[in-house]
């Protein structure tokens, strides 16, 4: 995306008065713009543990989940922990480095390209995309899932949201179709994250969480 098609998405996704400067800062941050690799041909990334995956896998049902995607897959931790522990998924892995591991694809996840390639939606994404690129990824991702996406973002992403932001999440909030997953273990760079989970609808989310629930994870 340039930097003109950033601005257009942005005001249909998330309506409102975008300042020029945060609609610069993520056009700078898409692939392919010079500020995209801290090292040349090398993008950010910082794994996920098996403690923060385990804990999104303890709230939800997994028995419709047959074909998963991680578009953001990085050094492949989610995909090692789900064939690890649920070989009966398929998942699907991508990510436009592949310095970091050995994904499927190395494509544009931020591109829906890349999903209509395959044909059919996924049953479910679950990724952790690089966090100055939440606002595109996942309103793009969501139209590629059947059932849900679950995204690992940093708490701030949700505490400290902007306006826009703010207003997208409501849509869904008001419809129970939001479900965070927190009580992390405290992510590799120290910082406390969730999982933000959007499902498609709100019985999808009924069917999808486990009952009886213990601690702080809840619908908004």
Same mark, same amino acid.
């Not at 500020?35 to 028995?63: A, M, Q, S």
């Not at 395959?118 to 139209?143: E, H, N, Y």
């Not at 690992?152 to 949700?158: E, K, L, M, R």
């Not at 826009?164 to 910082?191: E, S």
């Given at each position: 995306? *340039? *930097?003109?098609? /950033?601005?257009?998405?942005?005001?249909?996704?998330?309506?409102?008065?975008?300042?020029?400067?945060?609609?610069?800062?993520?056009?700078?941050?898409?692939?392919?713009?010079?500020?995209?690799?801290?090292?040349?041909?090398?993008?950010?990334?910082?794994?996920?543990?098996?403690?923060?995956?385990?804990?999104?896998?303890? /709230?939800?049902?997994?028995?419709?989940?047959?074909?998963?995607?991680?578009?953001?897959?990085?050094?492949?931790?989610?995909?090692?922990?789900?064939?690890?522990?649920?070989?009966?998924?398929?998942?699907?892995?991508?990510?436009?480095?592949?310095?970091?591991?050995?994904?499927?694809?190395?494509?544009?996840?931020?591109?829906?390209?890349?999903?209509?390639?395959?044909?059919?939606?996924?049953?479910?994404?679950?990724?952790?995309?690089?966090?100055?690129?939440?606002?595109?990824?996942?309103?793009?991702?969501?139209?590629?899932?059947?059932?849900?996406?679950?995204?690992?973002?940093?708490?701030?992403?949700?505490?400290?949201?902007?306006?826009?932001?703010?207003?997208?999440?409501?849509?869904?909030?008001?419809? *129970?179709?939001?479900?965070?997953?927190?009580?992390?273990?405290?992510?590799?760079?120290?910082?406390?994250?969730?999982?933000?989970?959007?499902?498609?609808?709100?019985?999808?989310?009924?069917?999808?969480?486990?009952?009886?629930?213990?601690?702080?994870?809840?619908?908004?």
């Amino acid at each position: 995306m *340039k *930097k003109e098609e /950033v601005e257009n998405f942005l005001r249909k996704e998330m309506p409102g008065d975008w300042k020029k400067k945060h609609i610069t800062e993520l056009s700078m941050c898409m692939p392919y713009e010079a500020k995209f690799y801290r090292t040349p041909g090398l993008t950010e990334c910082v794994h996920n543990t098996f403690g923060e995956i385990e804990r999104l896998f303890d /709230v939800i049902h997994t028995e419709n989940l047959n074909d998963i995607c991680d578009p953001f897959s990085g050094t492949g931790t989610i995909s090692e922990y789900i064939k690890e522990k649920m070989s009966c998924i398929n998942i699907v892995t991508n990510d436009i480095c592949d310095k970091h591991g050995n994904p499927d694809f190395t494509e544009n996840a931020l591109d829906n390209s890349f999903y209509e390639q395959f044909g059919q939606p996924f049953d479910a994404i679950i990724t952790s995309p690089w966090f100055s690129v939440l606002d595109i990824a996942i309103p793009i991702m969501l139209k590629h899932v059947k059932y849900f996406i679950a995204v690992h973002v940093p708490a701030y992403y949700i505490t400290n949201a902007h306006d826009h932001r703010i207003r997208y999440l409501k849509r869904f909030i008001k419809n *129970k179709q939001i479900y965070i997953v927190g009580n992390l273990p405290h992510a590799v760079i120290g910082w406390r994250c969730v999982w933000l989970i959007i499902f498609k609808d709100r019985h999808i989310g009924k069917m999808t969480i486990k009952k009886n629930l213990k601690g702080i994870d809840y619908f908004v």
